[in-house]
């Protein structure tokens, strides 16, 4: 079963893994994700693949702990295995040599956005990365964004650290100071991609985004990760995770979010309380 080799906290609630799965990290592609089960009773969430070691045969999570599968994760230590991770699923991301590509991470959504950057790079592309987050301490990934990008620009909600304001912000900054964008891809929170599209859009630059929403499959059978592009419905696990942002609904992608949250608290609720059981039991 896949072995977790590395486990590192990046920032409060919110860690880094390293696990060994020599096939998908193989064949991975820049966009890709797997689908995460970490206990024979456990539930399979989706999380995109941060970086990955061929020769290691590992691939990294950074995983931010907000309901029961990530706080279960969360307690497992160097050692332990998970159930399975499977993939990787997904359609790669289209990467050209098209000049000079603006990535935008907001929060935990700056994992995803590493290997789409290394590869741009790769690719001979000009690479200018802004990062975004609540303040200094929950920044991640900052110095592997600094080695991909030619510049670098950190925004704080607080200006704990680099400038203080939004990622949106300082996009539209580099557009009104002349830069020539030819792409942009955003990934993090729902309303932060649907801000940073409506900055793009006059201009007409193409924005790609990496959507997250409810997930159980993977395969497109359930049709749980439906969302609305240019009017259709996709499938984000076979269709995405990446779509034109210009054409997402994400009001209707907030909407469906959300539409678990009582029963994610109250797993979340009986974990907690079980996990204090077991400490208990061991002493």
């Known amino acids: 079963m896949p072995k977790i080799l590395e486990k590192k906290t990046l920032a409060p609630k919110v860690t880094k893994y390293v696990v060994e799965v020599p096939k998908i990290a193989k064949k991975r592609k820049a966009g890709q994700f797997v689908l995460v089960c970490p206990s024979p009773d456990g539930e399979r969430i989706p999380l995109t693949i ?85 303040n200094d301490e929950m920044l991640i990934m900052e110095e592997e964004m600094s080695a991909i990008a030619s510049e670098l620009i950190i925004c704080t909600d607080d200006g704990s650290k680099g400038r203080k304001g939004f990622v949106s912000q300082a996009l539209q900054e580099l557009i009104d100071a002349g830069r020539e964008i030819a792409e942009c891809v955003a990934i993090g929170p729902a309303i932060m991609m649907k801000v940073v599209c409506e900055v793009t859009r006059p201009y007409e630059i193409k924005t790609l985004v990496s959507l997250n929403p409810i997930m159980v499959d993977g395969t ?52 907690q309380k079980s996990h204090v059981c077991n400490l208990e039991k061991a002493k």
């Open 220 to 271: 497109g059978m359930c049709g749980g990760c439906r969302v609305e592009v240019g009017g259709e419905s996709k499938f984000a696990c076979v269709d995405g995770p990446e779509f034109d942002g210009h054409l997402v609904n994400f009001d209707l992608l907030v909407r469906r979010q959300a539409m678990y949250k009582q029963q994610e608290r109250e797993a979340l609720d009986r974990f």
């Open 50 to 134: 941060a970086d990955a070691d061929a020769e290691r045969g590992s691939i990294t999570l950074v995983v931010q702990e907000v309901g029961k599968t990530t706080a279960e994760m969360a307690a497992m230590s160097v050692g332990d295995e998970f159930k399975d991770v499977v993939g990787p699923l997904g359609t790669p991301t289209h990467i050209g040599k098209v000049g000079t590509v603006v990535c935008v991470g907001g929060g935990i959504g700056i994992a995803p956005l590493h290997p789409i950057a290394q590869a741009f790079k790769a690719a001979g592309n000009e690479v200018i990365c802004i990062l975004g987050a609540r």
